[in-house]
């Protein structure tokens, strides 16, 4: 069966910093991109970061590129999520996903984890 699971996130002040993980069970990633989602209250799901399972490739969408870092740890097979300088407006739920292509659609996604909730006060 096949898990994601987020943790890390809770409230912050804006300017503030958080670390999103999330660890994956349940089958070999390979060749999947792994990806952060995120949906803010009466709005629809965005795509926020992806990377290959193997590495060698990030991608950002423009709202949070240079605040946002993306990483993986496939010895612990866990990819994380750096958030700094968080504004307000990144308060959403940030959901963990794997796809086997790159997109940025969630209709895309084939798994999701639970997703965890992260508040910035301003």
């Known amino acids: 069966q096949v898990q994601l699971v987020e943790s890390g996130g809770g409230l912050v002040q804006a300017g503030g910093s958080l670390r999103l993980s999330c660890a994956a069970s349940?089958?070999?990633?390979?060749?999947?991109?792994m990806d952060w989602f995120r949906q803010a209250p009466g709005k629809e799901r965005e795509f926020v970061a992806a990377?290959?399972?193997?590495?060698?490739?990030?991608y950002y969408a423009d709202s949070v590129k240079g605040r946002f870092t993306m990483s993986r740890d496939n010895a612990k097979n866990t990819v994380y999520l750096e958030m700094n300088s968080l504004k307000p407006e990144d308060t959403a739920v940030y959901y963990c996903?794997?796809?086997?292509?790159?997109?940025?659609?969630?209709?895309?996604?084939?798994?999701w984890g639970k997703g965890t909730l992260v508040t910035v006060s301003s």
């Open positions: 349940g089958r070999t990633f390979n060749g999947y991109v």
């Open positions: 990377i290959y399972w193997s590495g060698g490739w990030i």
């Open positions: 996903a794997a796809a086997p292509r790159v997109t940025i659609d969630p209709n895309g996604i084939d798994y």
